[in-house]
């Protein structure tokens, strides 16, 4: 059983909906990715995505945008990202770390070698945003026979014959965007996001983290209502571009917490 199973088993066994928390690698500076991912455990996230910086990042608004741009001025790449989850894992052997992003630098490595770097350094998955379900079966089963989980994105555009494809290749949990477009944008209709959750669950048998565009405790209780955990990244970035860089794993840390309240107090 993979740590990202362990860890929506636990949830589930307390009724609680678990808090999924993204950083950019390297972003504001290569010293506070580890001390700001212990942060957001410290908070009570349950599970944490580390983005891997990327020129081009398509799904991303412009807060990731300028996340991955920060990182990339300290030329963080995939080697950088495995040696911060190596170090992540020092003092953390529970909280599943998940790497978030595309599948160009995968590619340039090539997909055995990142799978074998990922499982050494300590990761439990992926999501490869321009990895569709169709087209990876091979590395989805590679993913899964090392212990790793492969990780989809479904849209509101979604068709149900992508949701099957997504229930046949995914594992882990299932990343429903909540909104049509990139990441920070627009906010979220839940009565909305409450329907195709619904209608996904019909195909998909893994838990459904819902993701883009929760921004506070509010909207994160509202979207609980409907899944198995709440998705927040780009009011996290905001939360560090808005602080200076010594109070920034303090910032964090509490941003996380006031989600955590909210989404226990339901």
Do not use: W
């Amino acid at each position: 059983m993979s740590r990202i199973e362990q860890s929506f088993n636990a949830l589930k066994a307390q009724n609680k909906t678990g808090l999924v928390t993204f950083i950019t690698a390297g972003d504001p500076g290569p010293e506070l990715t580890v001390p700001l991912m212990h942060a957001l455990v410290e908070g009570g996230a349950d599970v944490l995505e580390l983005g891997v910086p990327f020129s081009d990042p398509m799904a991303e608004g412009p807060v990731i945008q300028r996340a991955c741009e920060r990182a990339l001025k300290f030329n963080i790449g995939l080697k950088d990202v495995f040696g911060f989850v190596r170090e992540f894992r020092k003092n953390d052997q529970t909280t599943p770390v998940v790497l978030m992003g595309y599948a160009n630098p995968i590619e340039r490595i090539g997909p055995d070698n990142f799978i074998r770097c990922a499982k050494e350094a300590g990761a439990d998955g992926a999501i490869v945003v321009d990895y569709p379900p169709e087209e990876c079966a091979a590395f989805a089963d590679a993913m899964r026979e090392n212990g790793l989980d492969l990780i989809f994105l479904l849209a509101p555009t979604s068709t149900v014959e992508r949701v099957k494809q997504v229930a046949r290749y995914g594992s882990g949990f299932s990343y429903y965007v909540s909104l049509k477009g990139v990441t920070g944008a627009g906010s979220i209709d839940t009565a909305d996001v409450a329907r195709r959750v619904s209608a996904i669950r019909e195909h998909v048998k893994l838990p459904i983290g819902v993701g883009f565009g929760i921004r506070d405790g509010a909207t994160a209780k509202a979207v609980a209502e409907v899944a198995d955990a709440v998705v927040i990244g780009s009011r996290i970035i905001q939360e560090l571009e808005n602080t200076p860089r010594e109070n920034a794993v303090d910032a964090v840390r509490s941003f996380t917490a006031g989600i955590r309240s909210a989404l226990d107090a339901r």
